[in-house]
């Protein structure tokens, strides 16, 4: 059986992208057919860094890769002029945004079954005249979708999100009947895609004790109560809400396969809680789902400080393409009618 071919976008050049996919690169064959979108010459120069001895090999397509263990196949964009390793500049957050652009393209016409992104880093897009807190939303705009989310997953535990990158003030606004109703329907899908048969999810509260009962806010009742109730109706085996400081170890125990979170910081914090607790290796993937195509992500930054060192743990970059993979059969089996009626 023919593995699926994997996009990785290398990321921001100055941060440790490079250098976990170098790293990682003969493991990530055991997975996937690895393709790298990004700056040969920089792909080089991490290879030295980790005292590497894979090859690099410049293609134009990935039609012209050999996907070899001993080779790291690589998009060659060459549009880093001067490598500088941990700062922000304009032209990193250049190379950065035509990465994607290119992924897209790719995934969009077939040449790639799916994305894994390297971390960017947001200061340097913006110089580069971004308006994008970071990939999700570039990717929803680029593939023309209105409805998705973020989705990350930690070992057992995964959490999807209503909002992410806004202010607190501004996520308790967005949650609203139709954006948690829409945010549990594409979460039902994408974990189809990734393999549970019957999913079930948990939906958690905005408010202390998802509201008491309207003792402490009236959000819970009014806007989140009557998307679950629609869920249900539609076919989707959903709970909640529930009370925020308790859903998550539910799930994580199995009482359901994801946790639709209300804002960024309710989510993140418990997947940040498994994904940082060995040592300094992180863990964790981050995963875009709705869109037509499948893109996951490490869930991790640039991490400025060790960039260049040759000591940046590809343990998330793993963990993103086996869920690629997985995503892209998963997708093939859902499409052929293994979706829910």
Do not use: W
């Amino acid at each position: 059986m023919s593995k699926p071919t994997i996009g990785i976008t290398m990321g921001d050049p100055a941060g440790i992208g490079p250098e976990i996919v170098v790293t990682g690169y003969r493991e990530l064959r055991e997975t996937a057919d690895v393709l790298v979108i990004g700056d040969a010459a920089v792909v080089e120069s991490a290879c030295e860094v980790c005292e590497s001895d894979l090859a690099v090999e410049r293609v134009g397509s990935p039609e012209e890769a050999s996907f070899r263990d001993d080779r790291i196949p690589v998009l060659d964009l060459a549009n880093v002029d001067d490598l500088e390793r941990g700062v922000v500049r304009e032209a990193y957050g250049n190379a950065s945004l035509e990465y994607i652009e290119r992924a897209i393209e790719l995934a969009q016409s077939g040449g790639i079954d799916a994305i894994t992104t390297a971390p960017i880093n947001k200061q340097s897009t913006e110089l580069a005249g971004s308006d994008y807190a970071g990939h999700t939303g570039m990717l929803a705009d680029y593939t023309g979708t209105e409805n998705y989310s973020m989705m990350l997953i930690e070992g057992d535990l995964r959490v999807t999100h209503v909002s992410t990158h806004v202010s607190l003030r501004e996520a308790c606004d967005l949650v609203t009947e139709e954006s948690v109703l829409d945010t549990i329907r594409v979460t039902d899908e994408a974990l189809r895609e990734l393999g549970v048969e019957e999913p079930t999810i948990a939906v958690a509260g905005l408010n202390p004790h998802a509201s008491d009962g309207g003792l402490l806010g009236s959000e819970d009742g009014a806007e989140i109560e009557p998307a679950v109730s629609r869920a249900r109706k539609e076919g989707i085996d959903v709970f909640g809400p529930e009370s925020p400081d308790t859903v998550y170890v539910q799930a994580a125990r199995g009482a359901a396969d994801c946790v639709v979170s209300m804002y960024h910081d309710q989510g993140h914090i418990p997947i940040k809680m498994l994904g940082f607790a060995e040592g300094g290796a992180v863990s964790g993937v981050n995963v875009t789902i709705g869109l037509p195509i499948i893109r996951t992500s490490v869930d991790h930054g640039t991490a400025f400080d060790i960039a260049g060192e040759g000591i940046a743990s590809e343990r998330s970059l793993l963990q993103a393409v086996e869920v690629a993979a997985g995503m892209a059969g998963g997708r093939t089996r859902v499409e052929s009618g293994g979706a829910r009626a």
